[in-house]
């Protein structure tokens, strides 16, 4: 079964430090979400991503963020300075259609010393 | 103020018995509610999305409600076993009008415990 990928599975880096993360969506899918879940906390939204461009933003993704569909498969999240509040899993989210079935990645947790 | 919330406290059944969840909402206008399961340290995995204008969906052991005027969903998992042991997650897909985007908006969670 199709799934979604993400790399690295851990990431740990220096304050002001800058950071990649990448996920391959499902091949057919169209739409492409990042998350991020802070231990113990709710699974939040950060962007979606589609044809292309940013549908939607939350308020938690700043000018320090920023997202990327360099090649047609490779979906990326960079942090371009850490704070230590960025310590946390990001998940990458891809969906066929809008509102059908988002699949998640396993995740990548980012530990920001 | 918009809120989700789901039971706050673990739930603890035995094995064989019927786990049910609770999701309530304020102050939002979900086109679609899914539930999630999440196991420690991994990604949401889907499990049922119910419509707006559905009452009930099943599959399987699962069977989900949707009370767009209680603004509340259940979720039951029947005949429960020691491996539905994980965290369950409610998720809100809101309508935007024109602006339809797929954002999720996630609960909390209730972890629930399956002891054989």
């Known amino acids: 079964e199709p799934e979604v990928t993400q790399t690295p599975s851990h990431q740990v880096t220096q304050m002001g430090q800058e950071v990649i993360l990448r996920c391959v969506p499902i091949?057919?899918?169209?739409?492409f979400y990042w998350y991020r879940q802070i231990l113990g906390q709710k699974v939040e939204f950060l962007v979606s991503?589609?044809?292309?461009?940013?549908?939607?933003k939350s308020e938690i993704f700043d000018d320090q963020f920023s997202v990327e569909r360099p090649d047609g498969s490779n979906f990326t999240l960079k942090i371009r300075s850490t704070k230590l509040e960025d310590s946390a899993m990001y998940f990458c989210a891809s969906s066929e259609h809008l509102r059908k079935t988002q699949y998640f990645g396993p995740g990548t947790r980012l530990l920001v010393l | 103020s918009q809120k989700i919330e789901q039971n706050s406290e673990a739930l603890n059944i035995q094995e064989g018995k019927t786990a049910t969840l609770t999701c309530n909402y304020t102050?939002?206008?979900?086109?679609?509610l899914q539930w999630y399961r999440q196991d420690p340290g991994r990604g949401p995995v889907f499990l049922l999305l119910?419509?707006?204008?559905?009452k009930e969906k099943r599959k399987e052991r699962l069977k989900v409600t949707f009370d767009t005027t209680l603004k509340q969903s259940l979720f039951h998992i029947t005949a429960s076993q020691p491996a539905d042991s994980a965290t369950y997650l409610c998720a809100l897909d809101l309508r935007h009008g024109s602006s339809n985007t797929g954002k999720l908006i996630f609960g909390q969670g209730t972890t629930l415990q399956v002891k054989p």
């Open positions: 991503f589609y044809n292309n461009e940013i549908s939607e």
């Open positions: 091949s057919n899918h169209l739409y």
């Open positions: 102050n939002y206008s979900p086109a679609y």
């Open positions: 119910i419509r707006e204008n559905e």
